[in-house]
C-alpha cells in the first residue's frame, strides 16, 4: 500500500511515493508527468536502502538528469533540417551549391525515411537502418557518408536549440568503401589489343608507346599465371601490370613511363620476352632527344625520379638562399602554394598536390603540421619527432605574414629584437587594436595583446627577417615594458634595458620622452621621469606637466611598498632601493 506524503510541495520540485517496497519520484515536464525509481526504502532498524532525506536528494539528480522534451517542444525531423538548410544559408552564409544539396538530400533521401518522427525519438538503430536500406538501393558510399554527415550537423544543432537531447548519427559506425585508386583500372584482353591498335606509327611517340604497352617491355614473376595464350607474352597476362588512364599532357606520361622503367628494372623479374631492356631504353631515349625535351634526360631520371618532394626541397632552398643551412623553413598551403605550382611549371614539371605531399612528409616525420594549412618542412635528411622553432622565421612566416590587420611586436620581444635582452621568450608578443586569440606553433606561443589606438604608434618595419615585420621602435619597445612590466619580464631587467641603451648611445631621450606624453598616461610619466634622474638620462624636465595629480606610486606596479618607504618629491613614486641595486648587480 502506497503513502503519499501528505504536505503541499513547492510548484515544480516534483514528489517521491513509496510503492512495493520502492521510492519513486515524479515530476512534470509541461503537459506530461514523468515518473522513475529512485531506489529501495530502508526499512527500519537497517542500514540499507534510502531514508526519505536520501530519496528527495534522489529525486533532484533525477530531475537534473534526465533530459525528456515536452511535446509543445517536439518537432520532426523534416522540421529540424528545414531550419537547419536555412540556418547554413542565412548564418553561415554557405555556398548556392552546398545548400542546394543539402535541399536534395532533405526532399529525396532524409525526409522520405524518417517521416514525421520526433527528432528526439530517432535512435542509433534508426541512423544504422538507413544506411541499410541506401545501400541496397545502390548508392555510393560516399554518397551515403554525405548523408550522414549532414544529418551530424541537423543533429547538433537541435541539440544547441533543445529539440534533441543526443546525436545518434555520432553513435552509429560509418560505412567504409573498399581501397581504390580511381586512377588505374584493368584491362581486359580485347581492350588491351585495342589499345595496341591505336598506337599511331607515325607519331614520333609511337614506337615508345608501343613498347610500353607490349608485353615485351615487361617483367614477370616465375609461374604467375598458368594459362597462357599461345604466341608472345601478352601485357595482361601479368596479374600486377595495370593500364594508367590516359592523361592529356604527353610529357607527365613520358616521365611517368621512364619512372616506371626504372621501378621494375630494380625488382629483379625474369624477362619473358624476346626484346632486352637494354634495346627498349635506347629506343626510348632516341624518341626523347628526337622530341627535343630537355626537361626530361633519361639518365636523369633513370638515376633519381624527379618526385614531388625533391621538387618542393628546391622551391625551398630558392627562397633559403640567404640562409641554406637554416633548420626548417615554413610553408604556408595559401601563400607558399600557388608559388609551388609557378615554380613547377618555370622548371618544366607538373606541379605536385601540396597538401598531399606534406600529409605524407608529417607522417615520415619529415614536417609538422601546426596549424590548419601551415607546416614546418625540416631540412633534407632531418627527421624531429617536434617542430623546431629556433628563431623568429617560421613565426614570421607562418602568423605575421597572414595577419589582414595592423600589428607591431612590443615588450620583450621589441626588447630582444634590438637586443636589450639576450634570451629570446618563446611566447612572441604581438600588438593589435583588436581582440585575437593567441597562436600556438609548437613550443611557441604568439599573443596578441590588445591596447587602444591612443597607445597604438611608434613602429616600423624590419627586413632583418626573411618576411618584413612591423617592430616597435627602441623608444616605444622600452615605454610598453615600462607600461606593463609583466609582458617584459622582472622589472630589474626592464631598467636595466633602458640604462643599457642609454650607455649604448642608441636611445633618443627626445623621442623617449615625447612618446612618453603621447601616451598618455600620468603613472608612466612619473616611473620614466623617476628612472631617467636615476640613470642620468637628460630631458625628464618635460614630463613635469604631465605627471597627473594621484598620490605616490609604488615603481613596480603590484609591488606594495614597506611600512615608512620615503617618496620621491619631484615625481611622486616611492623609492625603491633593492630594484635600483639590481640593476647595478645587472651591469
Not at 597476362?237 to 604527353?250: F, K
Not at 626523347?288 to 624527379?306: E, K, L, T, Y
Amino acid at each position: 500500500m502506497s503513502r503519499e506524503r501528505k504536505e503541499k510541495r513547492a510548484y515544480g520540485s516534483g514528489s517521491i511515493v513509496e510503492e512495493r517496497g520502492s521510492w519513486y519520484g515524479k515530476w512534470r515536464v509541461g503537459d506530461r508527468q514523468v515518473k522513475r525509481r529512485l531506489g529501495p526504502v530502508r526499512p527500519v532498524g537497517s542500514s540499507e536502502g534510502l531514508t526519505r532525506k536520501q530519496a528527495e536528494a534522489a529525486l533532484r539528480r533525477k530531475m537534473s538528469e534526465v533530459k525528456i522534451l515536452a511535446p509543445e517542444e517536439r518537432i520532426d525531423f523534416g522540421q529540424a533540417a528545414e531550419r537547419y538548410v536555412h540556418h547554413v544559408e542565412h548564418v553561415l552564409k554557405r555556398k548556392k551549391s552546398t545548400v542546394q544539396d543539402y535541399r536534395i538530400m532533405v526532399r529525396r533521401h532524409l525526409t522520405p525515411h524518417f517521416h514525421t518522427t520526433a527528432i528526439d525519438r530517432i535512435k542509433p538503430e534508426d541512423i544504422a537502418s538507413y544506411i541499410a536500406t541506401k545501400s541496397s538501393a545502390g548508392l555510393a558510399v560516399k554518397t551515403i557518408t554525405n548523408h550522414l554527415n549532414f544529418a551530424h550537423g541537423v543533429f547538433q544543432f537541435a541539440i544547441k536549440r533543445g529539440w534533441a537531447t543526443s546525436n545518434p548519427v555520432a553513435a552509429t559506425d560509418r560505412p567504409r568503401a573498399a581501397q581504390t585508386d580511381p586512377d588505374i583500372r584493368f584491362l581486359n584482353p580485347e581492350e588491351l589489343e585495342a589499345l595496341l591498335r591505336a598506337v599511331p606509327s607515325e607519331d614520333v611517340l609511337g614506337p615508345t608507346d608501343h613498347a610500353l604497352y607490349h608485353p615485351h617491355g615487361s617483367r614477370r614473376r616465375p609461374h604467375a599465371h598458368p594459362a597462357r595464350v599461345d604466341g608472345p607474352p601478352r601485357l595482361h597476362d601479368h596479374p600486377r601490370l595495370r593500364r594508367l588512364r590516359p592523361r592529356p599532357n604527353r610529357r607527365r606520361r613520358l616521365r611517368r613511363a621512364s619512372v616506371r622503367a626504372a621501378t621494375n628494372a630494380g625488382r629483379g623479374w625474369r624477362d619473358c620476352g624476346a626484346e632486352p631492356e637494354q634495346s627498349i631504353t635506347r629506343r626510348f631515349a632516341g624518341n626523347v632527344a628526337q622530341m627535343g625535351d630537355q626537361s626530361c634526360n633519361i639518365s636523369s631520371v633513370m638515376a633519381r625520379p624527379a618526385t614531388a618532394r625533391h621538387l618542393l626541397y628546391d622551391y625551398l632552398d630558392a627562397l633559403n638562399e640567404h640562409d641554406p643551412g637554416q633548420a626548417s623553413t615554413a610553408f604556408d598551403l595559401t601563400l607558399n602554394g600557388p608559388e609551388l605550382t609557378r615554380f613547377a611549371r618555370a622548371h618544366g614539371q607538373h606541379p605536385p598536390d601540396a597538401e598531399s605531399l606534406l600529409r605524407r612528409m608529417v607522417a615520415a616525420g619529415q614536417a609538422h603540421r601546426l596549424q590548419a594549412g601551415r607546416y614546418l618542412v625540416n631540412r633534407p635528411g632531418l627527421l624531429s619527432p617536434r617542430p623546431r622553432l629556433d628563431d623568429l622565421e617560421p613565426v614570421a612566416e607562418l602568423v605575421l605574414r597572414r595577419l589582414d590587420h595592423s600589428y607591431y611586436l612590443s615588450w620583450h620581444t621589441g626588447l630582444w629584437h634590438h637586443g636589450l635582452i639576450e634570451q629570446q621568450s618563446r611566447t612572441v608578443l604581438c600588438a593589435v587594436t583588436i581582440r585575437k586569440r593567441p597562436v600556438r606553433l609548437g613550443a611557441q606561443t604568439v599573443r596578441f595583446v590588445t591596447i587602444t589606438e591612443r597607445k597604438f604608434f611608434g613602429y616600423s618595419q624590419s627586413d632583418a627577417y626573411q618576411t618584413p615585420v612591423w617592430v616597435a621602435d627602441l623608444e616605444k619597445a622600452l615605454l610598453d615594458s615600462l607600461d606593463a612590466p609583466i609582458l617584459a619580464g622582472p622589472m630589474p631587467a626592464v631598467i636595466a634595458a633602458l640604462d643599457q641603451a642609454a650607455r649604448q648611445g642608441t636611445l633618443d631621450p627626445q623621442r623617449l620622452v615625447a612618446y612618453a606624453i603621447r601616451m598618455g598616461g600620468p603613472v608612466l610619466n612619473r616611473r620614466l621621469g623617476y628612472l631617467m634622474d636615476k640613470l642620468n638620462i637628460p630631458g625628464a624636465v618635460e614630463l613635469q606637466p604631465h605627471l597627473g595629480r594621484k598620490s605616490a606610486v609604488p615603481l613596480q606596479p603590484g609591488r606594495t611598498p614597506q611600512p615608512g618607504t620615503k617618496v620621491d618629491p619631484r615625481w611622486r613614486v616611492y623609492d625603491d632601493e633593492a630594484l635600483v641595486s639590481t640593476v647595478r648587480e645587472l651591469k
